[in-house]
């Protein structure tokens, strides 16, 4: 049998396009895919914009600002090139407010210092760095496109998260660990949003096949870790995993057991931060709602005046 | 923490009422009623708090680098702060977020229109700056009253509040007083009282399109300018200077 069209483009590493034929699967990942990371980019709005209004200098409230800022301009993003596959914003924040569509669960975890600033920004956005650069080579167009735009502005925030805990980490005694503590807590879940191991992980081989992801978990797990532990060691920083080790036959990291069963704990809500950061966003978007009507209205009322 | 110079005092004022806008607004992160909203009240927050930073780096510079912007933020209390009463009032809801902003942004337009005229340099440029952030914030806060005035009965309500509530907190913006004084003479700067003939024109002409009543019979209430403050002022500063206080030999 003759390849279809799609296939013959997946196979050549073409990009296929919104208006292009596709497999009913391979829209439908997509879509679960994008969503989440679309919500995952605006629910992490919350545990960061916890802090704007306590940052420690003139200087850092403004660069966290933006940075907050220049997340939920990913999100309107992704939402948008979502919305090519032919499901609307409003769905989406709907199945995000029911549950149906998840978020990354290391946004479920509470930013409690403001060290903890610098390790969402160190880690949480360099191991989104590691993944993202991976999905700029995505096969959907619009995915792909999104991805080399966000990579761009997401290197600018692990240097701004790594910087913070440099500062820390030279600082005084108090602040030193304040950034050990940050570590301690952000590690593990860091190195979680890789997802579950490849042979645990059902959803990855159709994904890799139709090149959605062109990387495994473990894969764009072990080179964060890599990239990370050297880091932590310039600045005197203790990763917290007694396991951790170079290994000179792999020239890898050789690390501990990850804990499964806190991690699906916290996808399925037990977290510290679930039930606040969905009515979070559920507040927000119903206080909001009086002021979408009313510019509707507005623009209906301008419209009916042009017509007659 | 005491300013010397009428200028020094007089930048203080800008400076702060910057910031503490800032602060209020970068409360709102998050909170938008739609995301590109959020976005815009981000924006708007972040220019605030640059025209601040300018502002505070001047006041560094006049007082000879013996205090840094951070000393200015971090460790003045209530009575050493000078915005204005406007400012420091709760985001409230959207209605009122906006109706602030409108309020504020139409006076900042008419002042750094003025202060771009100053025969001191970096005040120039710091107006020539600020102006066409000021012109955007204006804009878009303006567009804001007129829908939400002729959107919904409910939106229409709600921005009428909005503005009833925060019209008691607009005349002490157009208040000279000694500080001035000298600079005026000096063409620095030009006098507050002499901004109100065109907020208040700009004002009511948008009141009036977007089909609302400006406020009448209202007693103004002043303070910000002498470092006398509504209740609101303390909380925010405590939130904000709580971690440089806290860890007085830290460096951020």
Known sequence: MPNSIFEDKINKDLKIEPRDEMPDGYRSHLIRQMSQHAHSEIIGMQPEGNWITRAPSLRSKMILLAKVQDEAGHGLYLYSACETLGITRKQMIEELQTG???????????????????????????????NQVSLQKTSYGPYSRAMIKICKEESFHQRQGYEIICTLAKGTDEQKQMAQDALNRWWWPSIMMFGPHDKDSNRSEKALNWKIKRESNDSLRQSFIDKTVPQAELIGLKVPDDKLIWNEKTNHYDFGDIDWEEFWNVVNGKGLCNKERIEHHKKAHNEGEWVRKAAVAYSEKKLNKKVA | MNFSTDFEKYIARLADSNLIMGQRLSELCSKGPYLEEDIAISNIALDYLGQANMLYELLKKAGNGKYSVDDYVFHRNERNYYNLLLVEQDNGHFGKTMAKIFLYSTYQKILYSQLSKSTNDDIKAIALKSIKEVNYHFKHSRAWVLRLGDGTKESKVKIQESIDELWRFTGEIFESDYVENNLISENIITASNTYYDEWSKIVKDTLLEALLTEPENVVMLTGGKKGLHTEKLGFMLAEMQYLPRTYPNAKW
Not at chain 1, 114 to 119: E, H, L, R
């Open chain 1, 100 to 130: 149906k569509a998840k978020y990354s669960s290391i946004f479920n975890y509470p930013t409690l210092t403001w060290a903890d600033i610098g390790a969402i920004g160190w880690l949480v956005d360099g191991a989104a760095i590691v």
